[in-house]
T-cell receptor
């Protein structure tokens, strides 16, 4: 157990629907990062939150949004889902400002399948 | 934009042999960090090794070591005495200017008995 909790582990939904992925960071970590891993692709950075505030944005679609709550858990909302959104979505956390210095602790991911 | 390139999509090695995975990166930062992550079939991302760019000494973690060539922007991973449990995707990553990590597309390593 890495200490980063992601739920659900698997999600199957239809095109056009909306889903919410949830992440609880490792105890003490203030930064949360979301990544998308499509088949045979590397990890694409979506968005970063630090202590409730958006810190950096990557290749995140307008149909996707995220937030970090006062208890530091984070949610990634995916709407108007398309077949191409099928992927493994990772959440990771790090100590303050530490992602690029110390690396991340990853959750086990949410496998999203859009049918 | 910062990039990380892994030129070997797939590699294989015999058990107990040594294998080297390649990685090159591009950054304009002066002080940065480099990482190798392992993703076994379980999908969990596991930090294998970390290198601080301002340190000339190559990082080592048990059977894992790196060959860091700063001028060439090269950061290869050497796995000695390969074990079946080393079978996984290996991702090279560098610290991005936004504070996040930028990953390469990965190298799929198969260790054969």
């Amino acid at each position: 157990d890495s200490g980063v909790t992601q739920t659900p582990k698997h999600l199957i939904t239809a095109t056009g629907q909306r889903v919410t992925l949830r992440c609880s960071p490792r105890s003490g970590d203030l930064s949360v990062y979301w990544y998308q891993q499509s088949l045979d692709q590397g990890l694409q950075f979506l968005i970063q939150y630090y202590n409730g505030e958006e810190r950096a944005k990557g290749n995140i679609l307008e149909r996707f949004s995220a937030q970090q709550f006062p208890d530091l858990h984070s949610e990634l909302n995916l709407s108007s889902l398309e077949l191409g959104d099928s992927a493994l979505y990772f959440c990771a956390s790090s100590v303050e400002g530490g992602g690029r210095t110390y690396g991340y602790t990853f959750g086990s991911g949410t496998r999203l399948t859009v049918v | 934009a910062q990039t990380v390139t892994q030129s070997q999509p797939e590699m294989s090695v015999q058990e107990a042999e040594t294998v080297t995975l390649s990685c090159t990166y591009d950054t304009s930062e002066n002080n940065y960090y480099l990482f190798w992550y392992k993703q076994p079939p379980s999908r969990q991302m596991i930090l294998v090794i970390r290198q601080e760019a301002y340190k000339q000494q190559n990082a080592t973690e048990n059977r894992f070591s790196v060959n860091f060539q700063k001028a060439a922007k090269s950061f290869s991973l050497k796995i000695s005495d390969s074990q079946l449990g080393d079978t996984a995707m290996y991702f090279c990553a560098s610290g991005g200017s936004q504070g996040n990590l930028i990953f390469g597309k990965g190298t799929k390593l198969s260790v054969k008995p």
